[in-house]
């Protein structure tokens, strides 16, 4: 479908066809890569079984699926975006919505004020900015991954991986002023749980220089999605009574794909009322109970952080490097404390202003995350990612220390 969109649209991002590979170098996996193999061989798709891969290393196992697309997706996203204006269509940016009312039809509140009415809203927002009805934060839980795009002395052999075990390696190329850059990716875990996390980069830059050998890294950069309890994202109505608000998440950091399977659905259930897949990803699906050991073990964790949160012993003086983040008890406040590379300190309230939960410092990225649900708050306070709507305000704080 992709393909032939981009067909369609003379889009120009990088798209190629390329086999893409499962492999193993734990005796653990390979029964369930062989697993793999046959099972996807039983539902027509076509799968094969192979001890060595195109990659400088050596594997016990790998499932080789042929035919898979690869491209570039913000320039495949910019080209449709640019095709949406007009016919009663619009992009807005920079525009939050911030709830939604639900009397004669549905009107989206946005923090700028403006008020939008629609007959139908999709909300595609990572964790739905309006939850009350679904309370998704208890069925949905925030992943991080890390990835590298590195200028490498040896050539890459084509092709997508991704091994079975952990810590998690995934590969594959990217053309780049007329060469290529490899992006290596790996080093999952949940938002807000990872101690020091520049080792995560150190950790993907050495495998990128045990197995390319690294030239230069001209980018970096780590992201999250939402996890679902089945590992099945939801798409579909936000809850079985709304029938015109749907929702489009849970997409387990397959969101290239994902996002196209869900609009699929959701304009299907719009224009058609129904659609072949509805009930599989239904994000009201009972199925989900199959899935109730994580639901308890996410909340349980849920839980922990909120109290260890709030109770942490900390530092009682300014004691922070530059490029330094630290929690720190101030006039009685916990209070997160980072010193930027001009010297200049700023403050932030570390309790996260979607439930309370005791925000942790991201050294790599310079924010502060939320173990809880994943929202993440610069060092200034600004919010990078929901479920929370509000900053986590420091102006008192700066004044106190100016
Ligand atoms: Fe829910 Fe922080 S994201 S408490």
Redesign the pocket.
Known sequence: FINKIIEENEIDCDFSWQPSYIYTNSEEYIEQIQNEVKTASALGIKASYQEETPLPFKVKAAVRFDGQAQFHPRKYLLALAAKIPGQGSNIFEQTKAVDIEEENGCTVITDSGIRVHASKVIIASHYPFYDKPGLY?TRIYPDRSYILAVRAKSKYPGGMYINAEQPARSLRSQPYENGELILVGGEHHKTGHGENTNQHYENLLSFAEDTFGVISVPYRWSTQDCMTMDGVPYIGHLTSNKKDIYVATGFQKWGMTSSTVSALIIRDLIMEGDNPWKEVFDPSRTTIAASAKNFIKENADVAGNFISGKLMSVPENLDVKKGEGKIMDIDGYKTGVYRDSDDKLHFVDTS?T????GLKWNDAEKTWD?P????RFGYTGDIVEG??LKSIGIELKEKMYS
Do not use: I, T
């Open positions: 934060f996260c979607h439930l309370g939960c939320c809880c649900h994943g929202s479920p929370a």
